[in-house]
């Protein structure tokens, strides 16, 4: 039975892998035209935003909690905000638009491939080879957008009070996450490659296994080794708040193991609060800034919606959400390994796709290429999910009987991360993982359901295939 779904998926991959490798293909062509078509369509949907921030009034919902100040500083913010992501976003078009046109993919392989000869390595050595090319590449096409990074931290955020990072901290951050990109993208990288190496034709559910085990890894190494390189995490003292968390945490049988406070402003003054941990032994985290500018009931209220997220078992849905993208990315793939017409198109010789030993990272890379705009798809479903997601975590909190904390809470937030007050209904769809906040609002004014409730009926058995997942608010 197995072996006959197997045989059939070989058979359809193998069918298909012959359709789509046909030199009347031109697939460099077809990546230009459709990132082209991408771009264009998200200035579209940029533009359509740009006219909310000249709308003089409030939204109904929000006209009694926002000043008319504090709505002027928000439409400024927010319209400097989406301007900057304008401009940016065409850049990135002409940079990526760039490096295919000027052909620097190929021309940095055969580049590459001379770099190792001249200190005595064989750039017959596929693996070595592909980690050198994508260091060049990684860091050939990152290093123009350093530049935009600084001014967003220096000039957009600094000119609307919400920069708290220095120069030094801008660089040490810069230099630490090229650092890490470094120390666990190539070992990864390189076992990635190995994988396929290894398994050969069916090497789809080996790789799955494989990049399972590392982002379980990584979520468990993270906290411990990785975030501590970029903010400080100290336990909340004691106190009426954590005896308040405490309380919550009990009542509701979450596993509170840990209760820290981050230095989040250390960067900036924007605020929020997560968990994360393993299904028995979970961390709260909450922002300095969330609680400077909260009571202790708004503090906890958020934290029922967080603990919402976890009693709805969020994280572990979007994890296998998550998982079934990789896996329908990796199998159509195997479709394309083998595709020399893609390595063709893009300048390659085209028996480095059939002829051991393969470089298979030209392969993904250009497969990428071809794939990435269907990514846009993706965000519009996954942001439709998140933002169900929260309404039931909001929802949560309702009938923890915080309905009254949580909107001033949110509210505040709303006010002390100035976050846009009007919002176009495609721009919401396609950027927004929330709802926006008298969405919100009105969601929790017109939950007509339980008010209280009724822990005995709560799974026993929920997020068991949950290591750690980070939820924010
Ligand atoms: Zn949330």
């Known amino acids: 039975m197995t072996n006959s779904v197997v045989a059939t998926v070989d058979g359809i991959i193998t069918y298909l892998a012959g359709i789509f490798d046909n ?9 230009v035209l459709s990132t082209w078509v991408q771009t264009a369509f998200e200035v579209y949907v940029l533009r359509r935003q740009l006219p909310c921030y000249e709308r003089p009034l409030p939204p109904p919902a929000l006209k009694q909690h926002l000043s008319k100040e504090t709505f ?96 030094k901290l801008w660089v040490m951050d810069t230099i630490k996450t090229y650092a890490l990109a470094a120390v666990i993208g190539l070992p990864v990288l390189a076992g990635f490659l190995k994988v396929i190496e290894w398994a050969g034709k069916g090497f789809v559910p080996w790789l799955m296994v494989f990049l399972i085990s590392i982002q379980l890894t990584l979520q468990i190494v993270y906290p411990t080794f990785i975030q501590p390189l970029f903010n400080k995490l100290e336990p909340l003292p004691q106190g009426e708040l954590r005896s308040e968390v405490e309380e919550l945490a009990g009542q509701l049988g ?35 800034t969330l609680i400077k500018d909260s009571s202790v009931d708004e503090v906890v209220a958020v934290l029922g919606h967080e603990l919402g997220h976890w009693y709805h078992a969020h994280p572990t849905k979007l994890l296998l959400v998550t998982q079934l993208h990789l896996l329908l990315t990796l199998t159509i793939f195997s479709i394309f390994i083998n595709n020399k017409s893609l390595y063709a198109s893009f300048g390659f010789d085209p028996s480095l796709a059939v002829k051991a030993p393969q470089p298979i990272c030209i392969g993904f890379m250009l497969f990428q290429l071809v794939f990435e705009p269907t990514d846009a798809l993706v965000k519009f479903f996954l942001n439709a999910e998140t933002r169900r997601m929260e309404y039931q975590a909001d929802e949560f909190a309702v009938q923890l009987d915080k309905r009254s904390d949580l909107s001033s809470a949110l509210i505040k937030l709303h006010i002390t991360n100035l976050s846009s007050p009007h919002n176009d209904w495609l721009y919401s769809m396609y950027h927004h993982s929330h709802p926006t906040l008298p969405e919100r609002l009105n969601a929790m004014d017109n939950y007509k359901g339980e008010k209280s409730l009724k822990l005995k009926n709560k799974p026993a058995v929920q997020d068991e295939a949950e290591t750690e997942a980070k939820k924010d608010l």
């Open 254 to 288: 979450f596993p509170l193991k840990h209760l820290y406070v981050i230095d989040g402003s250390k960067r900036s003054s924007h605020s929020n609060a997560y968990f994360y941990g393993l299904p028995w032994s979970k961390h709260i985290v909450i922002y300095d």
């Open 23 to 31: 030199p009347n293909i031109n697939y460099k062509e077809l990546v």
């Open 72 to 167: 002027t500083k928000a439409q400024s913010y927010s319209k400097d905000k989406t301007r900057f992501a304008l401009l940016k976003l065409i850049f990135d078009q002409f940079l990526g638009w760039g490096l295919i046109k000027f052909g620097a993919y190929s021309g940095l392989w055969s580049y590459s491939g001379r770099l190792l000869s001249s200190v005595g390595i064989s750039p017959n050595r596929v693996i070595t080879h592909s980690l050198t090319w994508m260091t060049i590449l990684t860091v050939l096409s990152s290093l123009p957008g350093l530049p935009w990074s600084y001014f967003q931290t220096f000039v957009l955020e600094q000119k609307h009070g919400f920069n708290k990072s220095t120069k």
